[in-house]
C-alpha cells in the first residue's frame, strides 16, 4: 500500500512537468482540486487523479492497446457500462488512464485530477464548495487567478488545439 501511494505521489508530480511540454505538442491540460461535482473527459492522452466518494466511469476507447484503465479503491463491485465501459464507486478512489483514446466520467466530491492530452469535455460543480480547476498549465500556486470554481452549470471546454500536433507545427526560428 506504501510503495502505491508512492509511486501515485510520484506520478502526480510528474504530470504537470508533461503537461507544460505537452502544451508545445498542441496538447492540453486540466487540472481539478478538491471538486464537488461532475468532470468528463474525452480525449487521447492520460489521467491521474483521485476520488473522496463517488463512481468514476471509463470507457476504453482503444481496448486493442496495450494500454488498460487502472483503478482501485472501489468499495462495490464494478458494474458494466455500454458495450466497453466500467464503473467504479466508493470512497477513496484512485485512478490512471493512459496512452490511448478514452472517455471518462467522474461525479462526487474530493474530485481532484491531471489530464493531458487531446480531446474535449465538460464540468459542472455543485453550488456548496465545488472545488477549483484550471485549464491549459495554470499553476493555481503562482497565480491563484488563473484558476475559476467549478461552474454551477455545465461548461464545456477544449483540451489542446485542434487538428494540432509535431509534424504540422513550424520548425522553431534558429
Known amino acids: 500500500m506504501r510503495k502505491t501511494v508512492v509511486l501515485l505521489a510520484l506520478l502526480v508530480l510528474a504530470l504537470p512537468v508533461a503537461g507544460l511540454s505537452a502544451l508545445r505538442a498542441g496538447e492540453g491540460t486540466l487540472s481539478v482540486e478538491d471538486g464537488r461535482g461532475t468532470v468528463m473527459i474525452q480525449a487521447r492522452g492520460g489521467v491521474i487523479g483521485r476520488l473522496d466518494r463517488g463512481t468514476v466511469t471509463i470507457y476504453d476507447l482503444t481496448p486493442e492497446d496495450e494500454n488498460d ?70 499553476d493555481c500556486r503562482k497565480d491563484p487567478v488563473s484558476c475559476k470554481p467549478l461552474p454551477d452549470v455545465q461548461r464545456r471546454f477544449q483540451l489542446g488545439t485542434p487538428g494540432a500536433d509535431k509534424k504540422s507545427a513550424p520548425p522553431a526560428p534558429a
Not at 94 to 121: E, M, P, Q, W
Open 69 to 138: 484503465p487502472y483503478v482501485f479503491g472501489d468499495d462495490l463491485p464494478v458494474r458494466l457500462v455500454g458495450e466497453n465501459g466500467i464503473r467504479y464507486a466508493g470512497s477513496g478512489l484512485r485512478y490512471r488512464v493512459t496512452g490511448g483514446g478514452f472517455k471518462i466520467l467522474i461525479n462526487g466530491r474530493g474530485i481532484d485530477l491531471s489530464a493531458v492530452g487531446k480531446g474535449s469535455g465538460f464540468i459542472r460543480g455543485e453550488l456548496e464548495a465545488p472545488g477549483l480547476y484550471s485549464l491549459d498549465g495554470a
